[in-house]
């Protein structure tokens, strides 16, 4: 591993990285959390929300994980997690505005985590930011 990478993979996991990480480690905890408690309790009443929301935590997981792992693996895993969570964020959030009765009860990217005070539509925009920021130190 050269100086460069060894100081990039660094720079991931220290600073705003670490707290990006910390901030993806909450989500997971409570998007999965969420999903599976509404999944296993209360399936019948609104089944693709509360699956949406178990899958959002595990996104959040993942892309947890490869923050905070050091190397160029985790952090291609890290940006597919992260654009995953965008495309997922912006898809339900228009189609929930669009067709409110899609979704009978709302999700973690419900109105585009209007829930979460919009954290799950800023959050994968700072882990991409972030992330490039780490891959361009790499190649300098």
């Known amino acids: 591993m050269s100086d460069a990478t060894a100081s990039a993979d660094r720079t991931l996991r220290t600073g705003p990285g670490r707290l990006l ?21 209360r399936f019948d009443e ?40 965008l495309v997922g964020v912006l898809t339900v959030g228009v189609t929930s505005l669009l067709a409110p009765g899609a979704f009978p009860d709302d999700t973690v990217w419900s109105n585009f985590g209007s829930g979460y005070l919009f954290v799950p539509l800023v959050l994968p925009v700072l882990g991409l930011w972030w992330i490039l920021r780490v891959h361009r130190m790499d190649h300098r």
Do not use: D, K, W
Request: glycine letters at 14%.
């Open 46 to 85: 609104a089944p693709l929300a509360y699956g949406l929301s178990l899958l959002a935590g595990i996104i959040y997981l993942v892309a947890a994980v490869g923050l905070a792992r050091a190397g160029r693996t985790s952090r291609g895993v890290a940006f597919v997690s992260c654009a995953v969570e």
């Open 21 to 41: 990480v910390a901030v993806y480690g909450v989500f997971a905890l409570a998007a999965t959390a969420r999903g599976g408690y509404q999944l296993a309790t």
